[in-house]
């Protein structure tokens, strides 16, 4: 983790590098530094603080978030150049989208009680490699520059998974989405040399015997540890994500958490609330304005308090979705679920179409038009 004046120092760098990519982008120097203007007011509009107290370093990059490419890179620049055309080109050369969510199994060893592909789980896979390897030629002649791989249990179709990681030669940010099942050493380094920075990894409790209930497994949580330990020695990012339901959204269960999340020296942790998809459709799970607020709260504390440097970055997309709409739905990510059919994200659920049958930039399209169930779709910030 940087933070104090050598974080300044790398935000003063970047900071210089947008301004590159907003004349080379814009042509005009006036029109240029409104751009990086507006990209810098970003930070407050999106995540309620006005700066950045920790940075993650990671061989040689520089993160602030899991749902960008590492800076300096290629792909950092490629998503920087389309956030600056959305915002002053009427009809930007490229597409929006800054991440492909792919789910690539259907299979999954635990009952999880809130998977959202849970009513399409199978015990054989939906889709066929070349299907996958289609998307995937989709997303490099689209310049997608960041993919989240999961499922069900990613690690369940391994060799699958190492062979698509490889098509685009580098030129994509790969994350993992896992349970952490079946994640060890040996898998780990196989994932790191086929191209996978960084790992999200489930754990929905502090406390064990919570988190395999929840996961209805009773190893789950051993194997949280494992993955975590497997990653950090692979070279691996790792990142818990809870899922925040009720009985969670408080500073008490919140802190033991995240103090474990230090101690594991994990560097980011995702706050996903409870949402009415898969196994949790139909159900009173969404959480209240008392929960969100304790949610909230905790969120900016930890991530603007100078007493809190050493404790791991929260992402947290519930912030943004309610202060300034939903970046979902074609917009700036979108899913695609088991049976390859396209989703505004894994928890706005209503198919537009499947892969075998439809291309990204019409899926981008008709999703756009749909827009987030539950949030304003945010096309303009």
Same mark, same amino acid.
């Given at each position: 983790?940087v /933070?104090g004046f050598?974080?300044w120092?790398?935000?003063m760098?970047?900071g210089l590098?947008?301004l590159?990519?907003s004349?080379?982008?814009?042509?005009?120097?006036?029109?240029?530094?409104k751009?990086?203007?507006? =990209?810098?007011g970003?930070r407050?509009?999106?995540? *309620?603080?006005?700066?950045?107290?920790?940075i993650?370093?990671?061989?040689?990059?520089?993160y602030?978030?899991i749902y960008?490419?590492?800076?300096?890179?290629r792909?950092f620049?490629? /998503?920087?150049?389309?956030?600056?055309?959305k915002?002053f080109?009427?009809?930007?050369?490229?597409i929006p989208?800054?991440?492909?969510?792919l789910?690539?199994s259907?299979?999954?060893h635990?009952?999880?009680e809130h998977?959202?592909?849970?009513k399409?789980l199978?015990?054989?896979?939906?889709?066929s490699?070349?299907?996958l390897?289609?998307?995937?030629?989709d997303?490099?002649?689209n310049?997608?520059?960041?993919i989240?791989?999961? *499922?069900?249990?990613p690690m369940?179709?391994?060799?699958?998974?190492?062979?698509?990681?490889?098509i685009p030669k580098g030129?994509?940010? $790969?994350?993992l989405?896992?349970s952490?099942?079946? $994640?060890?050493?040996?898998?780990?380094?196989a994932?790191?040399?086929?191209?996978?920075?960084?790992?999200?990894?489930?754990?929905?409790?502090?406390?064990?015997?919570?988190h395999n209930?929840f996961?209805?497994?009773?190893?789950?949580?051993?194997?949280?540890?494992?993955? /975590?330990s497997n990653?950090?020695?692979?070279g691996i990012?790792?990142?818990?994500?809870?899922?925040?339901?009720?009985?969670?959204?408080?500073?008490?269960?919140?802190m033991?958490?995240m103090e474990?999340?230090?101690?594991?020296n994990?560097?980011?942790?995702r706050f996903?609330?409870?949402?009415?998809?898969?196994?949790?459709?139909g159900k009173?799970?969404?959480?209240?304005?008392e929960e969100?607020k304790?949610?909230?709260?905790?969120?900016?504390?930890i991530?603007? %308090?100078?007493?809190?440097?050493? $404790?791991?970055?929260i992402?947290?997309p519930?912030?943004?979705?309610r202060?300034?709409g939903c970046f979902?739905?074609?917009n700036?990510?979108l899913?695609?679920? /088991?049976?390859?059919?396209?989703?505004?994200c894994?928890f706005?659920?209503?198919?537009?179409?499947n892969?075998?049958?439809?291309?990204?930039?019409e899926?981008?399209?008709? =999703?756009?038009?749909? %827009?987030?169930?539950?949030f304003q779709?945010?096309?303009?910030?």
């Amino acid at each position: 983790m940087v /933070v104090g004046f050598r974080a300044w120092c790398i935000k003063m760098w970047a900071g210089l590098i947008l301004l590159r990519i907003s004349l080379y982008t814009l042509k005009n120097p006036i029109v240029a530094v409104k751009a990086l203007k507006l =990209l810098a007011g970003q930070r407050p509009r999106l995540h *309620g603080y006005k700066r950045d107290q920790k940075i993650v370093q990671f061989e040689g990059r520089y993160y602030w978030s899991i749902y960008l490419p590492g800076f300096p890179s290629r792909g950092f620049n490629d /998503v920087i150049q389309r956030e600056i055309q959305k915002a002053f080109q009427k009809r930007p050369s490229q597409i929006p989208l800054q991440t492909l969510i792919l789910s690539i199994s259907s299979r999954c060893h635990y009952g999880c009680e809130h998977c959202f592909e849970g009513k399409d789980l199978s015990t054989s896979e939906l889709l066929s490699f070349s299907d996958l390897k289609n998307v995937m030629e989709d997303a490099i002649h689209n310049g997608i520059r960041h993919i989240q791989i999961g *499922g069900g249990e990613p690690m369940l179709r391994l060799n699958d998974l190492l062979k698509l990681m490889e098509i685009p030669k580098g030129t994509i940010e $790969f994350w993992l989405s896992t349970s952490g099942y079946g $994640f060890t050493q040996e898998k780990a380094q196989a994932l790191k040399k086929s191209g996978l920075t960084g790992a999200t990894i489930s754990l929905d409790h502090w406390d064990k015997e919570r988190h395999n209930r929840f996961r209805n497994h009773p190893d789950a949580f051993d194997w949280v540890l494992k993955a /975590v330990s497997n990653c950090i020695q692979a070279g691996i990012i790792p990142n818990l994500t809870l899922c925040v339901t009720r009985a969670m959204a408080n500073e008490g269960d919140l802190m033991k958490y995240m103090e474990m999340a230090r101690e594991l020296n994990v560097p980011f942790v995702r706050f996903l609330e409870a949402r009415k998809a898969g196994n949790y459709a139909g159900k009173d799970i969404l959480l209240r304005e008392e929960e969100q607020k304790a949610v909230v709260d905790f969120y900016l504390k930890i991530n603007s %308090g100078k007493q809190f440097r050493s $404790f791991p970055i929260i992402q947290f997309p519930g912030y943004h979705q309610r202060k300034t709409g939903c970046f979902g739905a074609g917009n700036r990510y979108l899913h695609m679920d /088991v049976k390859g059919d396209y989703h505004g994200c894994p928890f706005c659920r209503g198919a537009v179409g499947n892969i075998r049958t439809m291309k990204l930039e019409e899926a981008i399209t008709l =999703l756009q038009d749909q %827009g987030c169930q539950l949030f304003q779709t945010n096309h303009h910030v």
